[in-house]
């Protein structure tokens, strides 16, 4: 299977990475969400009651970036390449193989959007933990390329599904423990992959409970973004 599905793989990866739009948002949103989005965050959760510091939010946005263009990415990944894929899995590929491709593409432009996200922050306020870091930015990444391809597997208008990935995004970035005083939302798919950040970013170590969740959170969004990649490649008749 592996072997049938890097090819396309490598196919959809280039299909994706040639936009020039695409090569813009993999700069421009980093910048952006470490840059700006950071100083929003660090004055709504301070708004909130929440103890999100200023050092603290520039670490995380690099995160929101990584999760905020893999999501939306991974959404289109799936809604706008539907006929597309269901012909390849006709043509003798497979769902499967159809579905391991995409998903192979998505973890490539992933690694890459996080890539970018990471050297930002890095630039801009230094790293105490990179390697944690790197880990925890690039597993936002992950767990929005599960949200995103969910979404697109079931919403098929390209502008219904933005906006509940926006919607989406913006009830787990601002409802986090850090952003308020409130208990009522403690659990958010992002929230151990955030402590991690965080905790990275002030060059403080993390316990072994917040790693084993945001790898448990990860690995759950990938087998979600493989059957959401399957169920779009694969025929009624299926």
Same mark, same amino acid.
């Given at each position: 299977?592996?072997?049938?599905?890097?090819?396309?793989a490598?196919?959809?990866?280039?299909?994706?990475?040639?936009?020039?739009?695409?090569?813009?948002?993999?700069?421009?949103?980093?910048?952006?969400?470490?840059?700006?989005?950071?100083?929003?965050?660090?004055?709504? =959760?301070?708004?909130?009651? +929440?103890?999100?510091?200023?050092? $603290?939010a520039?670490?995380?946005? =690099?995160?929101?970036?990584?999760?905020?263009?893999? +999501?939306?990415?991974?959404?289109?990944?799936?809604?706008? $390449?539907?006929? &597309?894929?269901?012909?390849?899995?006709?043509? %003798?590929?497979?769902?499967?193989?159809? =579905?391991? =491709?995409?998903?192979?593409?998505?973890?490539?432009?992933?690694?890459?959007?996080s890539?970018?996200?990471?050297?930002? #922050?890095?630039?801009?306020?230094?790293?105490?933990?990179?390697l944690?870091?790197?880990?925890?930015?690039? $597993?936002?990444?992950?767990?929005?390329?599960g #949200? %995103?391809?969910?979404?697109? &597997?079931?919403?098929? %208008?390209?502008?219904?599904?933005?906006?509940?990935?926006?919607?989406?995004?913006?009830?787990?970035?601002?409802?986090?423990?850090?952003?308020?005083?409130? %208990?009522?939302?403690?659990?958010?798919?992002?929230?151990?992959?955030?402590? #991690?950040?965080?905790?990275?970013?002030?060059?403080?170590?993390?316990?072994? &409970?917040?790693?084993?969740g945001?790898?448990?959170?990860?690995? +759950?969004?990938?087998?979600?973004?493989?059957?959401?990649?399957?169920?779009?490649?694969?025929?009624?008749?299926?």
């Amino acid at each position: 299977m592996l072997s049938a599905a890097l090819p396309t793989a490598a196919a959809f990866t280039r299909e994706h990475l040639r936009a020039p739009l695409t090569l813009v948002l993999l700069i421009w949103i980093p910048v952006f969400f470490v840059l700006i989005f950071a100083t929003v965050l660090g004055d709504f =959760a301070t708004a909130l009651g +929440g103890t999100l510091a200023s050092q $603290s939010a520039t670490a995380i946005s =690099a995160g929101w970036a990584a999760a905020f263009l893999s +999501g939306t990415l991974a959404f289109f990944q799936v809604s706008s $390449s539907r006929g &597309a894929d269901r012909r390849l899995s006709v043509a %003798g590929l497979g769902p499967w193989r159809v =579905a391991t =491709a995409r998903i192979a593409a998505a973890c490539a432009i992933g690694i890459a959007v996080s890539a970018f996200a990471f050297v930002t #922050l890095w630039l801009r306020s230094g790293i105490g933990h990179p390697l944690h870091a790197a880990v925890a930015i690039l $597993s936002f990444a992950v767990i929005y390329i599960g #949200l %995103g391809a969910l979404i697109g &597997a079931f919403v098929k %208008g390209a502008l219904e599904g933005s906006l509940l990935i926006i919607l989406l995004f913006s009830l787990d970035a601002f409802s986090s423990p850090e952003m308020t005083s409130s %208990g009522a939302l403690a659990w958010t798919p992002t929230r151990d992959a955030a402590n #991690l950040l965080i905790a990275a970013g002030g060059g403080q170590g993390s316990p072994s &409970a917040d790693w084993l969740g945001m790898a448990a959170v990860a690995l +759950g969004a990938l087998a979600v973004a493989l059957a959401a990649f399957w169920r779009a490649a694969r025929t009624r008749a299926e």
